[in-house]
C-alpha cells in the first residue's frame, strides 16, 4: 500500500513539473521572454546590467519564436509589419543564433547613410537635439566621450542616441534596405555592431525578428556586483529603472 503511495506520489508530482514546464514554455514561445544586455551597444536607452521583457506576439511568430529555433516553416503566422524607431530583438543573420538588440530606423526600400557623423534617411537629415554636453559611456572595456542627442525619425518617433563629442566615425556608403529585410542600429552609434557591418550583422529579415523590447524589470550595476561580488548586490540595484517602458 505504502509503495502505491509513493509512486502516485511521485507521478503526481511529475505531472505538475511537466505542466509547468509546459506552461512556461508557452508564455516564453507566444507572450513574453525575458533578456539580459550584455554590452553597451544600446547605450543610453539600455545599460548593461538590464534585465528587458521582450513581446513575442507584436511581429506575429516565426520558427525563432521557439526555443532552439526549430526549423518547421519559412513564414510569419499572424505576420505584422514593424515600425521605424521600435526597439527589435532579432537572430543575427550570420548564424541563426545569436541575439542582438537595435533600433530599427530603415525600411524596406529605404536608403541609410552616415555622412559626417550625422544619419540620413532617404536623402533627408535626421533631426537630433543635443541635451548632453558630455558623457562617459561605455564601449566594452573602455569608455567614450559622448555627447546625448535627441533623435527624431521620419515617422515622428523619439528616442536618445550617443555620438563621441570628438569625431564620431560616422561616414559610410549608401546602404540600400532590400525588400523584406530591415536596416538596425544601436543607439549607442559609435560602439554598436549592427547593421552598418553587412559580413557580420547586415539588413535583418522580417523572418529573423524575434520580439519587440517593452519594458525594464530588473536593472544592477555589473560593476559594483556580480556573482564574484555578492556582497555589494544591494547597492548595485538601479531602483530607478525598475519597470521603466521602453
Known amino acids: ?5 509513493i509512486a502516485y506520489i511521485l507521478y503526481d508530482n511529475i505531472k505538475t513539473l511537466l505542466a509547468a514546464l509546459f506552461i512556461a514554455i508557452l508564455i516564453r514561445s507566444l507572450l513574453f521572454q ?19 521583457f521582450v513581446s513575442k506576439y507584436t511581429y506575429g511568430y516565426s520558427k525563432h519564436s521557439f526555443p ?13 509589419d514593424p515600425e521605424r524607431g521600435d526597439l527589435v530583438v532579432f537572430k543575427t543573420p550570420a548564424d541563426n543564433r545569436t541575439d542582438y538588440i537595435k533600433r530599427l530606423v530603415g525600411l ?44 527624431t525619425l521620419p515617422n515622428g518617433k523619439q528616442h536618445l542616441v550617443s555620438y563621441k563629442s570628438r569625431g564620431s566615425l560616422q561616414n559610410s556608403q549608401k546602404f540600400k534596405v532590400p525588400k523584406g529585410y530591415y536596416f538596425l542600429l544601436g543607439d549607442n552609434r559609435d560602439c554598436s555592431k549592427d547593421s552598418r557591418y553587412l559580413n557580420s550583422v547586415g539588413y535583418v529579415q522580417n523572418l529573423n525578428l524575434v520580439g519587440e523590447a517593452k519594458i525594464i524589470f530588473f536593472s544592477n550595476d555589473t560593476n559594483i556586483s556580480s556573482l564574484l561580488k ?3 548586490l544591494n547597492n548595485s540595484f538601479r531602483i530607478e529603472r525598475l519597470f521603466k517602458k521602453l
Open 108 to 151: 524596406p526600400g529605404d536608403t541609410i547613410q552616415f555622412i559626417n557623423g550625422e544619419l540620413i534617411i532617404n536623402g533627408k537629415k535626421v533631426i537630433r537635439k543635443q541635451i548632453e554636453k558630455k558623457i562617459n559611456v561605455r564601449c566594452g572595456n573602455f569608455f567614450l566621450e559622448t555627447k546625448t542627442y535627441i533623435e
Open 230 to 232: 555578492f556582497w555589494n
Open 68 to 80: 532552439f529555433s526549430p526549423n518547421v516553416s519559412n513564414k510569419r503566422l499572424f505576420s505584422k
Open 1 to 5: 500500500m505504502k509503495k502505491k503511495n
Open 34 to 52: 525575458p533578456f539580459y544586455i550584455p554590452s553597451s551597444s544600446m547605450e543610453p536607452t539600455l545599460l548593461v546590467g538590464d534585465r528587458i
